[in-house]
C-alpha cells in the first residue's frame, strides 16, 4: 500500500515569490507520481507527473518537480508565482506495477496555496 | 476533444434515498475510476472500471456500486445514504486500467440531509 504526507496545509506567499510545496511518499513497491491542481468548486486538472526517466518533470505553466527516490520526496516548485496560481494542489502516487494498489491513485492531503498581491 | 464529463453537477438526496451518478471518459479512454473527496481532504478511491468488470476497490463498502457500459461510460450508485456520504465525487479516465495517467471530470456535488 501507499501513503502520502503533503507536510503544509496551507502556504500563503506574495506574488512573483518562488514557492515550494512539499510532498512525501512511502511504498513498497516503485511508484508514479503526480501533481494535480483543484480551482474552487472544480474537478482536479494535472499538473505534472513522473513516470520514468529524468527525475525533474515540468509543467506548461512553469511549475517543476523532482523524483528524489532516497528522499521519498516529489516536491513541486515554482520560481516565481502568480495571482492565477491561487488554488489546491494535491500530490498523488501510484504503484507503478502489480500488488493491489496498482491501477489506483493514493492522494495526500492537499495544500492550499494563497497568492497575495 | 471533449473531456471527462459528469452529471448531474449538484444533488441534494435524503438519508436512505438512493443516488446515481454518471461518468462519460474522455474520448479515447477505456477506464474509469471514481473517488469520493470530503469536504477539506484529498480524494479517496473507491473502485475502478474496465471491460465492463470491476477491477480495482477501495475500502467503501458494498452500498457504493457501480457499472461500466460498452461505450465506456460509467456510474456510481449508492444506496441507503447516510449524511457521510456528503460529499463531491469525481470520476477519472485513462487509458488501460493499470498504466494510464488518470484525467478528471468536474465531479457531482452530492449534499444528503
Known amino acids: 500500500a501507499q501513503s502520502v504526507t503533503q507536510l503544509d496545509s496551507q502556504v500563503p506567499v506574495f506574488e512573483e515569490a518562488p514557492v515550494e510545496l512539499r510532498c512525501n511518499y512511502s511504498?513498497?513497491?516503485?511508484?508514479?507520481l503526480f501533481w494535480y491542481v483543484q480551482y474552487p468548486n472544480q474537478g482536479l486538472q494535472l499538473l505534472l507527473k513522473?513516470?520514468?526517466?529524468?527525475?525533474l518533470v515540468e509543467s506548461i505553466n512553469g511549475f517543476e518537480a523532482e523524483f528524489n527516490k532516497s528522499q521519498t520526496s516529489f516536491h513541486l516548485r515554482k520560481p516565481s508565482v502568480h495571482i492565477s496560481d491561487t488554488a489546491e494542489y494535491f500530490c498523488?502516487?501510484?504503484?507503478?506495477?502489480?500488488?493491489?494498489?496498482?491501477?489506483?491513485?493514493?492522494f495526500g492531503q492537499g495544500t492550499i496555496l494563497t497568492v497575495h498581491p | 476533444d471533449a473531456g471527462v464529463t459528469q452529471s448531474p453537477t449538484h444533488l441534494i438526496k435524503t438519508r436512505g434515498q438512493q443516488v446515481t451518478l454518471r461518468c462519460s471518459p474522455k474520448?479515447?479512454?477505456?477506464?474509469v475510476s471514481w473517488y469520493q473527496q470530503a469536504l477539506g481532504q484529498g480524494p479517496q478511491f473507491i473502485f475502478q472500471?474496465?471491460?465492463?468488470?470491476?477491477?480495482q476497490r477501495g475500502n467503501f463498502p458494498d452500498r457504493f456500486s457501480g457499472h461500466q457500459f460498452p461505450n465506456y461510460s460509467s456510474e456510481l450508485n449508492v444506496n441507503a445514504l447516510l449524511l457521510g456520504d456528503s460529499a463531491l465525487y469525481l470520476c477519472?479516465?485513462?487509458?488501460?486500467?493499470?498504466?494510464?495517467?488518470?484525467?478528471f471530470g468536474p465531479g457531482t456535488r452530492l449534499l444528503v440531509l
Open positions: 477519472a479516465s485513462s487509458l488501460g486500467f493499470y498504466r494510464g495517467t488518470q484525467y
Open positions: 511504498s513498497s513497491v516503485s511508484v508514479y
Open positions: 513522473y513516470l520514468s526517466g529524468s527525475t
Open positions: 498523488a502516487v501510484s504503484a507503478s506495477a502489480g500488488g493491489t494498489s496498482y491501477g489506483k491513485l493514493t
Open positions: 474520448s479515447g479512454h477505456d477506464t
Open positions: 472500471y474496465y471491460e465492463e468488470e470491476e477491477r
